[in-house]
Nanobody, 127 residues
Framework: QVQLVESGGGLVQAGDSLRLSCAAS????????MGWFRQAPGKTRDFVVG????????VSADSVKGRFTISRDNAENTVYLQMNSLKPEDTAVYYC????????????????????WGKGTLVTVSS
């Protein structure tokens, strides 16, 4: 059974940094992609950043470029989301997602190509 478990969320102040982790078990993602998405209260889910596992390439939403970075630990089958210069508008539940196989950038961004989702971790940024 594949599981994605996010951790690292919490309450921080504007300008602070936070690192989220997503540990995958039950499957080693070597041919697909992993990504971070977020959903703020009353809003739809948004793409944040994604990583194409084999190529190591990343894609980011414009709203987080230069502030958020996705990275991976192959040995631990884990991806991280480093968030710097946090803003109150970054407040959301952050979800990790993964695909079994190759997905296009559009599918990654939309989340439609992702096969597995974690339950999320809450990040709250106070002003």
């Amino acid at each position: 059974q594949v599981q994605l478990v996010e951790s690292g969320g919490g309450l921080v102040q504007a300008g602070d940094s936070l690192r989220l982790s997503c540990a995958a078990s039950g499957h080693r993602f070597r041919d697909g992609a992993m990504g971070w998405f977020r959903q703020a209260p009353g809003k739809t889910r948004d793409f944040v950043v994604g990583l194409v596992w084999r190529a190591g390439t990343t894609v980011s939403a414009d709203s987080v470029k230069g502030r958020f970075t996705i990275s991976r630990d192959n040995a631990e089958n884990t991806v991280y989301l480093q968030m710097n210069s946090l803003k109150p508008e970054d407040t959301a539940v952050y979800y990790c997602a993964a695909s079994n196989g190759w997905v296009s950038s559009d599918s990654l961004r939309s989340g439609n190509g992702m096969d597995y989702w974690g339950k999320g971790t809450l990040v709250t940024v106070s002003s």
